[in-house]
C-alpha cells in the first residue's frame, strides 16, 4: 500500500484508540471553502501588507484601509460556508472521538458546522464593538459604517490585531486541553505567529500535521500527510468508518 494510504489508515486507528484529540487549526482549514489564508502563494499577506490593515496603530490612523480590508473578509466568509473537512470535526466531536478545536480562524466555520467546542484564539469577525467602549454591534452596522448607538464611536470586528493579547481565558483553556490530550491535529497553519505556534510543543501525545505545505523544522511531528484538510479528514473518516 503507498506510503499516503498507511498514513492515513495510521491516523484512522491513533484517533479510534486516543481517549482524547485535540484539533488545531489554521487558515488552511478555510481554504477549501474560499476563504484565501494568510502566506502560501495566494495568501492575503502576499497582496496586502499585515501592518498597513491589521494592527492598532491601522485602526487608529488608516480606518478607511482597516475598514475596507475587514469588510471584504466578513463579506467573503458571508457569501462561503463551511465544507467537509469542518463537518467531519464536527461528527468526530459528536462521536467523542475530538474534545475540541482550537483555532486561530476567525471565521466561525468549525462553529457553523456543528462543532461546540471551539476556543477561538484569535477571536471572530462577527462578533462587532466600538473602539471607545466595547459596546456590541452587529456585521451590518460596521459595513454600513454605522457608528455606535452608545456612544457614537467608530466600530471594529472583535478579531485580535498584530500587538494585541489573545483572550486570557480562551488561552488558557486552549493550552489546558492540548496539554492533556493523547493526540493533537495540527492542520491547515504555517505555525508562524506567536504564540499560538508554541502550542504544538505543549501537547504531551503525539502530534499530526496535516498541511499542504512543508512548516518550519523546529517541529517534530509523529506522522505528516502533505496534502489538502478537507480530503485528508474525508478520508480518514471513510477508514473509521470501514467504507
Ligand atoms: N489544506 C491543508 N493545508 C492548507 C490548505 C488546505 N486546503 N490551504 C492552505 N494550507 C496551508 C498552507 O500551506 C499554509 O502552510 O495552510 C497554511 C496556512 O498558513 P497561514 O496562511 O500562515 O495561516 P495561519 O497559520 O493560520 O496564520 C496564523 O496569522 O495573520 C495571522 O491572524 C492571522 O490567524 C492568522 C495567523
Redesign the pocket.
Given at each position: 500500500m503507498p506510503e499516503y494510504h498507511q498514513s492515513i489508515s495510521k491516523l484512522a486507528e491513533w484517533i479510534q484508540n486516543s481517549p482524547n484529540t485535540v484539533a488545531f487549526t489554521?487558515?488552511?482549514?478555510s481554504?477549501?471553502s474560499g476563504i484565501p489564508?494568510?502566506?502560501?502563494d495566494k495568501?492575503l499577506?502576499t497582496k496586502t501588507d499585515?501592518m498597513q490593515v491589521?494592527t492598532v496603530e491601522a485602526m487608529n490612523h488608516r480606518y478607511d484601509l482597516f475598514h475596507e480590508f475587514y469588510s471584504l473578509r466578513i463579506q467573503n466568509v458571508q457569501q462561503a460556508e463551511p465544507h467537509t473537512g469542518h463537518t467531519v470535526l464536527a461528527e468526530w466531536e459528536k462521536e467523542g472521538k475530538l474534545k475540541a478545536v482550537a483555532t486561530?480562524?476567525?471565521d466561525r466555520y468549525h462553529h457553523k458546522a456543528g462543532s461546540r467546542n471551539v476556543y477561538e484564539l484569535?477571536g471572530s469577525l462577527e462578533k462587532i464593538r466600538c473602539i471607545d467602549h466595547g459596546h456590541p454591534a452587529n456585521s451590518e452596522n460596521f459595513l454600513n459604517r454605522t457608528p455606535c448607538s452608545k456612544c457614537g464611536s467608530l466600530l471594529r470586528p472583535g478579531?485580535?490585531l498584530?500587538g494585541e493579547m489573545l483572550p486570557q481565558d480562551t488561552w488558557s483553556n486552549a493550552l489546558n486541553c492540548i496539554q492533556q490530550s493523547n493526540l493533537l491535529l495540527i492542520?491547515?497553519?504555517?505555525?508562524?505567529?506567536h504564540p499560538?505556534n508554541q502550542l504544538p510543543s505543549m501537547a504531551k501525545g503525539k502530534v499530526v500535521l496535516?498541511?499542504?505545505?512543508e512548516?518550519s523544522a523546529a517541529y517534530a511531528f509523529d506522522l505528516v500527510l502533505k496534502?489538502?484538510?478537507?480530503e485528508i479528514l474525508q478520508q480518514v473518516n471513510q477508514v473509521i468508518k470501514g467504507e
Open positions: 489554521g487558515a488552511g482549514m481554504t477549501e489564508d494568510f502566506r502560501s495568501g499577506w499585515p491589521a486561530q480562524n476567525v484569535h478579531v485580535v498584530f492542520i491547515g497553519t504555517s505555525l508562524q505567529v499560538v496535516i498541511n499542504r505545505d512548516v496534502g489538502s484538510a478537507g
